[in-house]
């Protein structure tokens, strides 16, 4: 009985994800707003040991396992698309050499669901004027009962 409703929760989830998901994109460490509910605290030993790696093999933000699932709004992210002139289908347009750099108004809640230890590194790592980090974009959810158990952690 227990495992039909883990498989009915994966199910929920995997729904949400292919439903809520809207592309990957660059995005400037500054506009992350808000963190999930069960996004830890920034631990120094591991924003130092993040830092180190950093140092010695780079960052590697682009790889698609380093990226940071983000929740935005479907209005914030219309108005981002817009002022970073392109079109929802360049969110997918993978064939590039550079993701697009998605420029999201400071009035827009960008949430990060996890990774907030290489947001910090980041930040105190990268250059003033090279601060971006890849993402993947998800809308903003009325799913609850996966936020409030976690379950979008696991991206």
């Known amino acids: 009985m227990r495992q039909s409703r883990i498989d009915q929760k994966?199910?929920?989830l995997a729904s949400y994800l292919h439903?809520?998901?809207r592309g990957t994109a660059r995005l400037c460490l500054n506009r992350v707003s808000g963190f999930g509910p069960f996004v830890r605290q920034p631990k120094r030993e591991i924003i130092n040991h993040l830092k180190s790696i950093f140092s010695e093999d780079g960052c590697r933000r682009l790889a698609p396992q380093n990226r940071i699932p983000i929740t935005i709004s479907e209005a914030g992210l219309a108005l981002a698309l817009r002022g970073s002139n392109l079109s929802a289908k360049d969110l997918f347009d993978l064939s590039n050499d550079t993701l697009p750099l998605l420029k999201v108004?400071?009035?827009?809640?960008v949430v990060c669901l996890h990774g907030r230890q290489r947001i910090e590194a980041g930040r105190e790592y990268l250059a003033p004027d090279d601060q971006w980090w890849a993402v993947d974009i998800y809308l903003q959810c009325s799913c609850a009962n996966l936020?409030?158990?976690g379950e979008l952690n696991y991206l």
């Open 10 to 12: 994966d199910q929920q």
């Open 19 to 21: 439903e809520a998901y």
């Open 105 to 109: 108004p400071q009035n827009i809640e």
């Open 147 to 149: 936020i409030d158990s």
